[in-house]
């Protein structure tokens, strides 16, 4: 018999990505195998993305430094992990009161956001790819009810990044805590209330055990957007046809990501609503103080710092034009449809 | 010197896309090309897919029979232009008072829709991705202003498929129209009103210089999805990795069609309020009787179209769960932020 042929099946590209999310968070760290999956396929198997979940190589919040220097060659995070370095960082993730999910992708592809955030990553050798988003959190869990804005004076809440700037200028005292210790924290009483994620998330954490009012709206996550961050010169390396095979399975993570988390929340909604759980929606003064507090936050950073100036000049006008437009058709149709009900 | 080797670089596979729209709806014929344009890049021109308007091949209309009879390999069309073959197509995309763009998504994706819409495209020889939406659309042009549900009696409103129907047991006279007969129908008054698409397609057709009354919501378009149908056949032929570049660049379509709407919509409805265009919530009496009448035509056709009745059961659970939780974060937020100003 004559031998076959050794033809090397070598993979040409071997990528690792480090994902600032555990597994446990599975839709979001999903997004990250989604895109390996297609790339791979795409290739038959020669363009291969080796997914590693938060601290396998680097802790969860030093995706955007491995991906800098090098250590790996892209990341799965969000954005607004990193505004500790710059605020400016937000606008590739969420600000509060700000751009939903759909006005965020619209705004990344087709309204010059994916532009001005390309020329800000560049100084931190990265490219930026939106990678997914989770739509409007939910507002978190709290051991007593809110009736109004005077009941969040030196309240202790779980909250990170300008979301919890924006909760101190309410008179909050806002906690910076992991996933893993909020429930002990809430439980025992060291803080009172914590955010999470939404429905789906929350529930297999059993905050609802220790803290029974699940407030909404998350205004300081209105649709924070994931997103996938390469180095720039290992991108320059990729051939073109890798780069687009890497580009549409991105916007396809970015997508699936999103609807995945608008089919799991109903149900996991529906099971939290029988276990007790109080549905309130925040106050009217309390939205309307962070309202007013997130804008002064912008306008106070815009006139010390370039970069956010920069970006913000752009994306407030471009926030200002999507909200009058999204409160007509799409928001007046939806707030019929779900309030009115037919036998 | 030596001549360079005739290495043939011919494309292996050449397909041909019809679409049912024509080149002046830039933006949802444009999908046809987005979805081109990539599968070639990431096969370096090895799987070309020629994208012909409207009338090119067959007439817009006509898409899902060429593609069933194999006069071309796939179309890029809207399900509901196929109800007279069967309401069911319907759930393809969009039906009243129904899912939004997101909600379908899921739904597709995620919530066993896409299953179940190949169950039902099958007889058709056809293989559906979906491909694009447009996002709640307009409610469409008035002569005059309506001001609650009598006004609606005896009005002759251009408006096709099961919108039409809602709008017929509402009282109206529904018609059926091309696009380009419009304007001159609602000049002469011919017609009462005409609905299209939304402010940027809109816009472009000039009714706000014979209509002045322009209505939202389009509660007959809650998230209408486009799609590309494939013939099965041909796609069973297909490489692996084509299929995989395929599903990747339709998924990426889906995503950036909506988006590009989103980011072009607000623009022109801004010029359009520069046009004395006056902007006018249907009343609610008229969407109220609106949201029975879909729902009781429902559940007649679920009655007698056993196809109907399958998709519609699961759909209905799924519609009851979604607008529950949308209902919550994403509503209440986006109703405070676009009503809620702040200097």
Redesign the interface.
């Known amino acids: 018999s004559v031998a076959a042929p050794a033809i090397a099946a070598e993979p040409t590209v071997q990528w690792r990505l480090t994902s600032s999310f555990p597994k446990s968070l599975d839709t979001i760290y999903g997004a990250g195998e989604t895109l390996a999956k297609?790339v791979s396929?795409?290739?038959?198997g020669k363009f291969q993305i080796k997914v590693y979940a938060a601290g396998e190589i680097v802790p969860g919040l030093q995706a955007l430094d491995a991906v800098q220097q090098g250590t790996v060659q892209l990341c799965h995070t969000a954005g607004y992990y990193y505004v500790g370095k710059n605020k400016a960082f937000a606008f590739d993730a969420a600000l509060p009161?700000g751009l939903?999910?759909?006005?965020q992708?619209?705004?990344?592809?087709?309204?010059g956001g994916m532009q001005l955030m390309r020329d800000f990553y560049r100084e931190f050798n990265v490219i930026n790819f939106p990678g997914g988003n989770t739509?409007?959190?939910?507002?978190g869990w709290f051991r007593k009810e809110v009736k109004s804005l005077a009941d969040v004076k030196g309240l202790k809440m779980r909250i990170p990044g300008i979301g919890g700037e924006v909760w101190a200028r309410l008179g909050a005292v806002p906690q910076t805590l992991a996933g893993g210790d909020i429930y002990p924290a809430l439980e025992k009483g060291t803080i009172d209330a914590a955010e999470w994620v939404?429905?789906y998330d929350d529930e297999k954490l059993g905050f609802y055990k220790v803290a029974k009012h699940y407030y909404?709206?998350?205004?300081w996550e209105?649709g924070p957007q994931l997103s996938f961050l390469v180095n720039a010169a290992e991108w320059a390396k990729l051939p073109?046809?890798f780069q687009?095979?890497f580009?549409?399975?991105a916007?396809?993570a970015?997508?699936?990501m999103?609807?995945?988390y608008?089919?799991?929340?109903?149900?996991a909604?529906?099971k939290l609503l029988q276990n007790q759980v109080k549905?309130l929606?925040y106050p009217?003064d309390l939205?309307?103080a962070g309202?007013?507090a997130a804008?002064a936050i912008y306008e106070e950073e815009a006139a010390k710092n370039p970069a956010f100036k920069k970006i913000y000049t752009e994306w407030k006008k471009f926030r200002s034009?999507?909200?009058?437009?999204?409160?007509?058709?799409?928001?007046?149709?939806?707030?019929?449809?779900?309030?009115?009900k037919?036998k």
Not at 41 to 44: F, G, K, V
Not at 135 to 139: I, L, P
């Open positions: 297609r396929d795409i290739t038959e009161f939903t999910s759909r006005q992708a619209a705004w990344m592809y087709f309204g739509g409007a959190q939910m507002g939404g429905p909404y709206p998350g205004f209105p073109k046809h687009a095979a580009e549409a399975a916007a396809e970015n997508i699936t999103q609807a995945e608008d089919a799991k929340n109903p149900l909604l529906a549905l929606r009217t939205l309307k309202q007013t804008f034009l999507e909200h009058a437009w999204f409160n007509l058709a799409e928001t007046q149709l939806e707030s019929f449809m779900y309030s009115n037919v």
